[in-house]
């Protein structure tokens, strides 16, 4: 699920990977078609593991789509 917020971040990207030999691995996100269905996804996950911070960043890129 990192892998999720460091590319719905903008930290991570797919042509990153690609370029360093990385696996990206995305949970139930296509990459090229998300929406905030799929984002609040990946809150819920993150406000399980009490991850806050995350959920606040995550949140805030959802309320921007």
Known sequence: ???TYLFLT???SIE????EGKHLILFAIDPYDY???DIQNVIDFFADV???EKC???KKI???L
């Open 1 to 3: 699920m990192l892998d």
């Open 16 to 19: 990153d990977a690609i370029e």
């Open 56 to 58: 606040i960043t995550l």
């Open 50 to 52: 009490e991850e806050y």
């Open 35 to 37: 929406d905030k269905d």
């Open 10 to 12: 903008g930290i991570f």
């Open 62 to 64: 959802k309320d921007e």
